[in-house]
């Protein structure tokens, strides 16, 4: 499996090839293509690509004279909660065109961080059991026997597709790994109460979303951020039980790793969505009325100015992204 990760990097910087949004570019069209097993097709991309790069990050950790390997998995599920932030949280009102691409980049983060941990507990970071472990982790599948039976339905490295499947069969991919990301409900089964109940808050913040797009990523990075460390500690369990114990009494201070990482970036975010609600104000303070009063002034100067930072933000992003590369 090692073969795959290697023959579309030699034209990329390794660390713009190496960006979890870059592979998940690369990797949404083998989900479009057998869209019926999209957890199948993320985990052994995951292993592919990732699996190498789990095993030299693990060694560059080790170089760097890290103090054991309690130290070495803080670090691991730290840098992968930052990770899945940075890669994960780029979403917004309209720009949900991206939402495949963003969950899957954040998807693959945390597979990393799983193959990372895998690798501490001197496992094989390229070996199809790493597949099958993603998706017990993941909750997609109750245990390896049934995920690695799972796994000799699915294709490896299905064709390319082209995105052409039907609207609903792509929204039903999108909440599944919304799912297994842990933004709605869970990737297991459910009540159907209980799954629309789980669901409401998420639907709460894209509807508000629609109107103020910076609002996802604050939103989506306290998400994240909760979730892969939870994912981390899972992964501790799974591959070092005997470790999971001092991993957990030192909960707060692994919580506190991944805290002050892209602090700056949500500040930012934070400022540029007061900005709408400044200039609402000011147009209302200078008495402007464009329709439907003073309320429907307010409302359309706070939405267009809304869009037009989160236009701002996001071609900035994509400015800096193409400047890397």
Known sequence: MNGGGRTT?????????????VQAQALLPMIWADPQHMPEQLAFFAVRRFGPRAAASVARRKQGGAAGDDELRREAI?????????????????FIVLMPVSFVAALLSQARMVLELAVLAGRDPLSEERVADLLVLQDVYPSTEAATEALREARRRPPGGRGRIPRRTRWSLVVRMAAILGLVGGSGKQGTLRRVVSSLP???????????PLIWVPALAVIYRKNTLRLGTKAVQYYTPGAAGDLLRHRKRLARLPRTVGVAAVLRVLALAVVPFAAAAAAAAAGLRLAGGFWGTCLIVLVAVSLLAATLWFVHRRSRRRCRR
Do not use: Q, W
């Not at 730290?78 to 309209?94: K, S």
């Open 78 to 94: 730290a840098h992968g909660t930052h990770m899945t932030i940075a890669d994960g949280a780029v979403l917004g009102g309209p």
């Open 9 to 21: 990097e030699g034209s990329l910087p390794a660390r713009t090839a190496g960006s979890a949004t």
């Open 202 to 212: 998420i639907a709460v913040l894209f509807l508000v979303g629609m109107v103020l």
